[in-house]
């Protein structure tokens, strides 16, 4: 790296994560809405059009099984979808969980995704949030932290070496040569959403993306001020896994939606809301998890004073959306554009709204 003051002396080395303009992506799950499921995916893949061409950074896609909160509950088959139907905005699981899937037969999906997007791929790892969706594979809790670390090892070695041999507990394989290669070398930009600290050390530390939701801001500020610390640590370790990511992303998600008005968009949101939260607690109120959990994530009002809904008009949505960057640090989000029952034409009214008359307001801004 050159020094501009001086091109004799090195430059100096960054103490955090290069400081961009802050990016925007858009965070789905792709929940039912009442519509047919050829349907649903065609009003996604419309949104996703607007989006590909308003310039947002990235679209990330959960999953879930089992549930009508997740109606792609294999990602990848959208996705593949998408890619054809854009041309520049990346796309990602987020994530994949790891248990649920033979590593082998993940990374070559890896690295076609990858090469039918042409390097658009960005992609999200984790265990799997659910226990009930665990046990739907005969896994526990327990036995996925294992099997995580073993389909990651397997996952890496054949994306960077095209070749796998592995003996684990959970995962064997003999000299597996594996001709079909990512488009991205070493293989795509990895992420690993999370809000617990151990794990946003080891994130940092591995130079790996990371997105949260539920804590409050000033607990996600102290979670980011984290990662930057641990991730200058670890800045010159060539071994990290997410190495070749030079300006990795930390960022937050939050239900989002735009109308005209504050009221129209209270108004409308809220009745939207109010579906996609019974599909949210689908798997919980069917296995008799009544708790104050699922209370409160059926409690719009409590969520919008807690700040995990920025709902308004454009000018509302800006100067909130301003006040969470300011606060928490982060240096991306990825709004929840898509929920329950809004209809085609107030998702792509919103999306719009927010393209249009929030997303500039931000171009050149750095992150906090």
Known sequence: MVNAADP?????????PPELPVRFGIFDWIDHNGAAPADLYEQRLQFLEYADAAG???????????TPLGMAPSPGVFLAAAAQRTRQIHLGPLVYPLPFYNPLRLLQEI????????????????RGISAYELDFFDISV????????EALDILLMGLRIGRVSYAGEHYTFKDVDLPLKAW???YPPLWYPTANPDSI????????????HYPPMEVMREHIELYKSVWAEHRNDPARLNAHEPAPKYGITRHIYLADTDAQALREAKAAFADFIANFNHLRIL??????????????????????????????????LRQHLEITGA????????????TPEQTLNSLRLFAEQVMPAFAAQPAG
């Open 8 to 16: 004799e002396k090195p430059a100096p080395t960054p103490s955090e």
């Open 201 to 212: 050390r080891w994130a940092a530390s591995q130079g790996i993306s990371t997105v949260s």
């Open 142 to 149: 327990e036995q996925s932290r294992a099997m995580f670390q």
């Open 331 to 342: 240096n991306y989000f990825a709004g929840s554009f898509f929920f329950g029952t809004l």
């Open 56 to 66: 947002f950074y990235c679209y990330h896609l959960a999953e879930h099984q089992g």
């Open 184 to 186: 991205q070398r070493p």
């Open 111 to 126: 690295c076609m995704l990858d090469n039918l997007s042409r390097g658009r791929l960005e992609v999200g790892l984790g």
């Open 287 to 320: 296995n008799g998890d009544d708790t104050g959990r699922t209370n409160y994530l059926a409690d719009f009002e409590g969520r919008l004073a807690d700040g995990l809904h920025i709902v308004g008009s454009p000018e509302t949505v800006r100067e909130t």
